[in-house]
């Protein structure tokens, strides 16, 4: 699994939040457990492959918000109480 992590500039409220999450899902149909945070200024959401970063920074850019930066990390799942 890859994380993929953004800062996102712009969210103001949940439904910007809402918005952002939309938008990730219609660029990585196959993207897992999409969330954005207004607090953090920050998206995040899996995958089983590496995904177009430059293509979902456009996705997001387009909906009226700024990614300022995105990257992507291998992500290991942790089982019950941090144990694998």
Known sequence: MI???MKVDGMMCGMCEA???EAIRKAVPSA???SASRK???A???TEEAVDLA???AAVDATGYRCLDIGSAPYEKK???GRR
């Open 3 to 5: 994380r993929t992590t």
């Open 19 to 21: 918005h952002v999450c």
């Open 32 to 34: 897992k457990k999409v």
């Open 40 to 42: 953090q200024q920050e």
């Open 44 to 46: 995040s959401f899996l």
């Open 55 to 57: 293509a979902v920074k």
């Open 79 to 81: 089982g019950l109480f």
